[in-house]
């Protein structure tokens, strides 16, 4: 039964249906999060809902690693920096090296979790609360706006990581170790000024527009990739193999720190009839809106 016949001279006329149908029960609804609805200032949690869809949250914490000589350290509590700018640690800038040479903690990072059923908030730990964890996200990504200090020469190094956290831990308990899993990250997509035209399954060193990006760690199932090599302003989408809840973005640079602008996800619905098409329509204009 054809659903349409444009060539009425071919018995057998196919029409393309890409990007109008979804052949699945599932779909998908990208949510978007900046900074300009957050608590502003510099907390040590900020809980933002996201303008779209009030269900869907970020838990922003802050770390720091405790030694400056060793990027294996522990990580140890900072604060996170969220406002109109962005999404930094302790400043407005996630950082190599959070106090400085020859002072003793080392590399920021920034802690993304996954959440549902919090009030946007912001301020002590002790005051964490939320509903859960959101289990039905395998991709996320963030927009770099900035390096600091800036220079066109500039670029810069990161490492993301991807857990699945276990439980739901609130107030100061959500920082004293809650268990985590390692979620495997299986592709990367850069868009924008370290932008490559095709997603990115496998470590390699890859020639941009603003030269050459290199990333380890893809290959194979860890969980931790770094890139090495990237411009402002430039997009930074991942893919997991399974679910993850929470995305660490950590510096790992010798020189510049970066400024995130913007975060999103993307959760898998299931029962959505929406199409591909406009899942990335809603991606395209979450981008154009922020960048
Ligand atoms: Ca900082
Ligand atoms: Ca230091
Ligand atoms: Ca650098
Ligand atoms: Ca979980």
Do not use: W
Not at 2 to 25: F, K, M, Q, Y
Not at 153 to 179: C, K, L, M, T, Y
Not at 185 to 210: E, N, P, Q, R, V
Request: overall charge negative; hydrophobic content about 30%; proline content about 4%.
């Amino acid at each position: 039964m054809p659903l349409l016949h444009p060539d009425e001279t071919d018995p057998d006329d196919r029409i393309d249906l890409t990007d109008h149908v979804v052949a699945s029960v599932a779909g998908t609804s990208v949510v978007s999060f900046t900074g300009e609805n957050a608590h502003p200032g510099s907390n040590e949690f900020n809980l933002l809902s996201s303008p779209s869809d009030a269900s869907k949250q970020l838990l922003v914490t802050g770390l720091v690693r405790s030694s400056q000589g060793d990027p294996n350290s522990a990580l140890v509590n900072s604060e996170c920096n969220v406002n109109q700018q962005g999404f930094g640690v302790d400043n407005q800038s996630i950082q190599p090296d959070t106090d400085g040479q020859n002072q003793p903690l080392g590399r920021e990072v920034l802690q993304i979790d996954f959440v549902t059923g919090g009030t946007p908030d912001a301020g002590d730990g002790a005051d964490i609360a939320y509903g859960s964890h959101l289990e039905n996200i395998t991709q996320a990504g963030f927009i770099i706006n900035q390096l600091t200090p800036s220079q066109s020469a500039g670029r810069a190094d990161i490492a993301i990581r991807a857990f699945n956290v276990q439980g739901n831990e609130q107030g100061s308990d959500f920082f004293n170790g809650s268990p985590t899993t390692a979620v495997d990250i299986t592709s990367i997509k850069l868009t924008g000024a370290s932008g490559f035209a095709s997603t990115i399954t496998a470590d390699g060193t890859y020639a941009t527009a603003s030269g050459n990006v290199t990333i380890t760690g893809l290959s194979g199932t860890g969980n931790a990739v770094t890139i090495t090599g990237l411009d402002n302003t430039t997009t930074v989408d991942i893919t997991t193999s399974g679910f993850m809840d929470r995305l660490h973005v950590e510096s790992v640079d010798s020189n510049e720190g970066i400024d995130i602008t913007e975060v999103h996800f993307s959760a898998t619905n299931t029962n959505a009839h929406r199409s591909a098409s406009r899942a990335r329509h809603c991606r395209a204009g979450s981008v154009n809106a922020s960048g």
